[in-house]
């Protein structure tokens, strides 16, 4: 449950035993870079009133989501309304517009 470096200690494995050395090497690169990276700044629309929004997401994490983790799970620095804004393309204002709750 170690999270993004129990996977890639995977891939090295993996690696480990499959392809030649430039590829691993060429690949292990790409790997160690995504992770230093991390959180990389991300833009979502709001299809409603069409601003952009940045969020700060790391693409492991992104990637996650998109394989069927929770996104609560996969990343949980993520404010409820930037969650939302990745799962239906609405952002905070627009939802809560959408749903009632007039201020
Ligand atoms: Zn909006």
């Avoid at 804004?85 to 201020?103: A, P, Q, R, Y």
């Amino acid at each position: 449950m170690g999270g993004s470096q129990n996977n890639t200690n995977k891939i090295l494995d993996v690696l480990k035993y499959h392809g030649t050395i430039d590829d691993i090497r060429d690949r292990t690169l790409k790997e160690k870079q995504m992770i230093t990276k991390n959180k990389e700044i991300t833009v979502a629309m709001c299809r409603v009133c069409g601003t952009n929004i940045e969020l700060l997401v790391d693409p492991l994490d992104f990637e996650a989501w998109q394989e069927g983790k929770y996104i609560q799970d996969a990343m949980p620095y993520l404010s409820a309304g930037e969650r939302e804004l990745l799962i239906s393309g609405t952002c905070d204002d627009c939802w809560g517009k959408m749903f009632g709750e007039s201020c």
